[in-house]
Nanobody
Framework: QVQLVESGGGLVQPGGSLRLSCAAS????????MSWYRQAPGKEREHVAE????????NYAFSVRGRFTLSRDNAKNTVYLQMNTLKSDDAAVYYC?????????WGQGTRVTVSS
């Protein structure tokens, strides 16, 4: 079955950096685009970024453009989200996601806290 396991969240000061990882299994990783979403307390889940199957292209939400960078290692079935210049508004639970045959799958999430 599809499994997505996120890691790398934690507490960081404003202006700091974190790298999130998502290890995928249960499907052919190289056949699917991979996405990150986030959900802050009291807010709806929002799309953060998506990377194509090959890793050659990515798109980002306006709020993170220029600060966040996606990458993927198809040999390790892992996608990464490098987050720089973090702001308090970036604090949320971050979810890795993949859309396969009409269904969207989610990981359990990893919490990012931005605070001084």
């Amino acid at each position: 079955q599809v499994q997505l396991v996120e890691s790398g969240g934690g507490l960081v000061q404003p202006g700091g950096s974190l790298r999130l990882s998502c290890a995928a299994s249960g499907f052919t990783f190289t056949n699917y685009a991979m996405s990150w979403y986030r959900q802050a307390p009291g807010k709806e889940r929002e799309h953060v970024a998506e990377m194509s199957e090959s890793g050659r292209s990515a798109n980002y939400a306006f709020s993170v453009r220029g600060r966040f960078t996606l990458s993927r290692d198809n040999a390790k079935n892992t996608v990464y989200l490098q987050m720089n210049t973090l702001k308090s508004d970036d604090a949320a639970v971050y979810y890795c996601s993949v859309y396969i045959s009409g269904a969207r799958y989610w990981g359990q999430g990893t919490r990012v806290t931005v605070s001084s």
